[in-house]
């Protein structure tokens, strides 16, 4: 099985540099055979995409903020005309919430920022799932994974408005995994414990939360985005093919813990 995603076309949201989870994902699928499509957000980071994009023979860059209706049906538009209007796997790995929301109370998140983070972190999944259903429809079937974290199902301090949209995200997964059942498409999340990306960099205290869940996950480690794209190639894979609607903990085992 060192071709699990030979023939396969996918498309990545969610890649902004090299240490990005959606990077790991892609590096895992291209490396098992697949032909991917990436979206970036701004031209900031257009650069940076292109140059990972390009050694792995991607056909298609481009343009895709979340918040638009018109990225998103023109992004999917261009991913038709490059796959043959055939799509098998989408990774979306996109989230955001305003940084002054992640540090203080919860209780203070204005309401514009509380929908921003809705829109960028769950909305999102929504509809480009919509987007992307019948390209896989055409494709005879599909697979879609996402990226969530426990702070969508515990309080975790300072996580605060993005535990809000991740609940809302898992919630997605569940409804969307109802509606695409029958087009033979699925969809899953991974649920990720702390993992040293860009996003994550920039967050107060994060070494100390890396820190604590060493202590207290069972497998005391770190994680590191190349066991979540393993995960997240398992979902995207045949080998799960009759798994829809789930979340995969690569975290350690730290969601079990009581203490
Ligand atoms: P990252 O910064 O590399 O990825 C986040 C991506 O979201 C970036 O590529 C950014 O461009 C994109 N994005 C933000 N706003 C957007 C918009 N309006 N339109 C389009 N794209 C937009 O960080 P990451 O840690 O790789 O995060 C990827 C996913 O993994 C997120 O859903 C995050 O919540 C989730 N996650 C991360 C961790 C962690 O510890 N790093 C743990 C669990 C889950
Ligand atoms: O989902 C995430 C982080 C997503 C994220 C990160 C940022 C930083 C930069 C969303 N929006 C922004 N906005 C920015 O301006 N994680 C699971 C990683 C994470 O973030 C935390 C965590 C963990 C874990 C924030 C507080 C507490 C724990």
Redesign the pocket.
Same mark, same amino acid.
């Given at each position: 099985m060192s071709s699990p995603f030979a023939g396969k076309r996918g498309l990545v949201l969610g890649v902004a540099n090299k240490r990005s989870i959606a990077w790991a994902i892609a590096e895992e699928l291209a490396g098992g055979g697949a032909t991917l499509a990436f979206t970036y957000q701004g031209e900031r980071i257009e650069k940076a995409v292109r140059g990972l994009a390009e050694p792995v023979g991607s056909p298609l860059v481009t343009e895709c903020d979340v918040r638009s209706d018109e990225d998103i049906a023109r992004a999917f538009s261009e991913v038709g005309e490059v796959f043959d209007g055939q799509l098998d796997l989408l990774v979306h790995s996109v989230?955001?919430? =305003? =940084?002054e929301d992640?540090e203080g109370r919860f209780a203070d998140t204005p309401r514009d920022r509380f929908w921003l983070a809705l829109d960028v $972190?769950a909305y999102s999944l929504v509809a480009c799932a919509r987007a992307a259903e019948p390209l896989m429809e055409a494709a005879g079937g599909g697979s879609i994974m996402t990226m969530t974290?426990l702070?969508g199902e515990r309080a975790?301090?300072?996580?605060?408005v993005?535990g809000v949209a991740?609940a809302a995200l898992d919630s997605c997964v569940q409804y969307l995994a109802w509606d695409l059942g029958r087009k033979e498409i699925r969809i899953n999340a991974v649920s =990720?414990g702390?993992v040293r990306t860009l996003?994550?960099r $920039?967050?107060p205290r994060?070494g100390t939360?890396e820190e604590i869940v060493n202590e207290r996950a069972p497998l005391h480690r770190p994680i590191a985005a190349a066991d979540v794209a393993q995960a997240a190639a398992y979902l995207l894979s045949d080998a799960s093919q009759n798994v829809t609607a789930t979340t995969l903990y690569v975290d350690a085992g730290y969601h079990a813990m009581g203490m």
């Open positions: 989230a955001f919430a =305003a =940084a992640l $972190s974290y702070g975790v301090p300072h996580y605060n993005m991740k =990720a702390p996003a994550a $920039s967050i994060f939360m």
